[in-house]
Antibody, heavy 120, light 110 residues
């Protein structure tokens, strides 16, 4: 059974870069059947899709974040990562990683989420 | 891309049925059979309940069902139970090869 776990700093200063890693266990990140996504949720608010990547390296990003986001894959570590540059308080949120099944175009399973606070 | 439109809240009594709507455009909900629904309890990660508009993942109760008409998708929960009280989010693939979520609906079981 595949499990995902987010990790990274819980506090980032304004204007700096937010970096998170999602470790996949119980399955290979290199499977051609899946893509890997990041989704975030500000406190008390709804979900916002950030982006996704295939193991081939092909990626798609939310247009509202595209200029600041990079998602990458490290197959040797069975991990994928998120970098979000020039952060502001508006980027404070719980960040989830999730697996997507090609053809089902849905997200399952999800990591437990990690809270990132942007503050000086 | 704009968020899909969901009612902020719905409620029902145990045993009743409720329906949550999710309205988008022809570029997302109406253009693809790629609507999914997620249940999120407080402090927890979302759980996939419906994908591909109508399909249920293994382990999800058949009390949960999905449908779509035009640009609006719907999630119906029959035989409401106390544990169904949660936030529900819809999501759709879009013509830009991105995803968009709804604003979420809080279900209260009276």
């Amino acid at each position: 059974q595949v499990q995902l776990q987010e990790s990274g700093p819980g506090l980032v200063k304004p204007s700096q870069t937010l970096s998170l890693t999602c470790t996949v266990s119980g399955g290979s990140i290199s499977s051609v059947s899946y893509y890997w996504s990041w989704i975030r949720q500000p406190a008390g608010k709804g979900l916002e899709w950030i982006g996704r990547i295939y193991t081939s390296g092909t990626s798609n990003y939310n247009p509202s974040l595209k200029s600041r986001v990079t998602i990458s894959v490290d197959s040797s570590k069975n991990q994928f990562s998120l970098k979000l540059t020039s952060v502001t308080a508006a980027d404070t949120a719980v960040y989830f990683c999730a697996r997507g099944l090609i053809g089902a175009t849905s997200f399952d399973p999800w990591g437990q989420g990690t809270l990132v606070t942007v503050s000086s | 891309q704009s968020a899909l439109t969901q009612p902020a809240s719905v409620s029902g009594s145990p045993g009743q049925s409720i329906t949550i709507s999710c309205t988008g455009t022809s570029s997302d909900v109406g253009g693809f059979n790629y609507v999914s629904w997620y249940q999120q309890h407080p402090g927890k990660a979302p759980k996939l309940m419906i994908y591909g508009v109508t399909k249920r993942p293994s382990g999800v109760s058949n009390r949960f069902s999905g449908s779509k008409s035009g640009n609006t998708a719907s999630l119906t929960i029959s035989g409401l139970q106390a544990d169904d009280e949660s936030d529900y989010y819809c999501s759709s693939y879009t013509s830009s090869s991105t995803w968009v979520f709804g604003g979420g609906t809080k279900l209260t079981v009276l």
